[in-house]
């Protein structure tokens, strides 16, 4: 069985555990989400995407 899960729900999973269990403060956690929001609206945001999706793309093993 497949399942398939975006992202940021991924991401927002290993956040959540960064607070449970390592005891990473709250506020960390949103500097570091708000510096990803306004990372998308500069110059590097085109090559952001394509770097994430090749490295998912690793880490599946897809086989386009």
């Not at 555990?17 to 500097?31: H, M």
């Amino acid at each position: 069985m497949t399942v398939s899960l975006p992202l940021v729900v991924v991401l927002g999973f290993f956040a959540w555990g960064a607070i449970k269990f390592l005891g990473v403060r709250t506020w960390v956690v949103v500097l570091i989400a708000l510096f990803g929001f306004w990372l998308s609206h500069t110059f590097l945001a085109p090559s952001i995407e394509p770097g994430t999706r090749s490295g998912v793309d690793v880490i599946n093993g897809s086989h386009d």
